[in-house]
Nanobody, 121 residues
Framework: QVQLVESGGGLVQFGGSLRLSCAASGSIFRINAMGWYRQAPGKQRELVATITGDGSTNYADSVKGRFTISRDKDKNTVYLQMNSLKPEDTAAYYC???????????????WGQGTQVTVSS
């Protein structure tokens, strides 16, 4: 089994910062790309940022220059540093990871349970 566990969400004021973490555990041979998505009430889940196995990153236009995704391969963890937060960043944030569980098994996409980020104006 593979689990992704997010942490670091909470309530923050406009302009504040938060750092989200997502740790993968279980039977893991290799982790390929990892990413962060968010879903606000009544809206579809949307991409926030992704990072590949070799460290290439991609960001939604709405967070460019404010959010930074990074990963620690030794800890199987992906981070999302969020600065200059705005009320429109309020959402449940989910991490995902493309993981190969063993040498003989293909890749599969796993999701965390989500962590709530609320930005007050």
């Amino acid at each position: 089994q593979v689990q992704l566990v997010e942490s670091g969400g909470g309530l923050v004021q406009f302009g504040g910062s938060l750092r989200l973490s997502c740790a993968a555990s279980g039977s893991i041979f290799r982790i390929n790309a990892m990413g962060w998505y968010r879903q606000a009430p009544g809206k579809q889940r949307e991409l926030v940022a992704t990072i590949t196995g070799d460290g290439s990153t991609n960001y939604a236009d709405s967070v460019k220059g404010r959010f930074t995704i990074s990963r620690d391969k030794d800890k199987n963890t992906v981070y999302l540093q969020m600065n200059s937060l705005k009320p429109e960043d309020t959402a449940a944030y989910y991490c995902n990871a493309n993981i190969r569980r063993d040498y003989y098994t293909g890749n599969a996409l796993y999701w965390g349970q989500g962590t709530q980020v609320t930005v007050s104006s």
